[in-house]
Each structure stands twice: as C-alpha cells, then as structure tokens.
C-alpha cells in the first residue's frame, strides 16, 4: 500500500485548506475496516496525533484542533479527509495519514504553513 498525502499549502491565519490522503494498492475491506488518522510533525517536534476516524465514522481530535478540523473517509476512493479552517500558525506543520495499530508504509506527507 502506497499512501500520498496532498492537499497542503500556505495560507493566511484564519484560513482553511483540505488534505487528501489515497492509500493506493488497499483492498476495500482493508481500508474500510481501518482507523485512519491524520498526525503532523512541526519542525524539532515529534509526530502527533491530530484526529482519527473509526471504520463507522466515529471521530476524535486532538484538543488543540476541536472545532476548527473536520476528519472524514471515502471508503470507496480509499481517501482520508482533513478539512482545516480558522488555521493558526501554530498549525505549521508535515501532515500524515496512516492506519492505526497494522500502520503501513508512510508517505511523504503534506506541508502545512501558516505564517505568524
């Protein structure tokens, strides 16, 4: 399975981008029954956790992002969403996905840059 992130940018604070993340090469039933999760590295930082979807659509978010990020999935294009509004510049960051627990191999990511 190939993941690729895209999506990312620089924007403005207080703006908004959507990433996508296509895990190429999954079978339906492996990608539909995932927890897929979105995490981000700001620079001398280690990866976080930013949000999660469960294989029924439950959500969690990391508190820092509650109510600003939107995750969600399209089983059937084996993507993963994360839609950002209200962005700060704290949000600056490389974005990844990948599946919790069984993760496969990681993508390069998306940079997200939001200058102070």
């Known amino acids: 399975v190939r993941l690729v992130e895209t999506g990312g940018g620089s924007v403005q604070a207080g703006g908004s981008l959507r990433l996508s993340c296509k895990a190429s090469g999954s079978i339906l039933s492996d990608f539909s029954g995932s927890v897929m999760v979105w995490y981000r590295q700001a620079p001398g930082s280690q990866r976080e956790s930013v949000a999660s979807i469960t294989s029924d659509r439950r959500t969690e978010y990391v508190d820092s992002v509650k109510g600003r990020f939107t995750i969600s999935r399209d089983n059937s294009k084996r993507t993963a969403y994360l839609e950002m509004n209200s962005l700060k510049p704290e949000d600056t960051a490389v974005y990844y996905c990948?599946?919790?627990?069984?993760?496969?191999?990681w993508g390069p990511g998306t940079q997200v840059t939001v200058p102070s």
């Open positions: 990948n599946r919790r627990g069984y993760e496969w191999s």
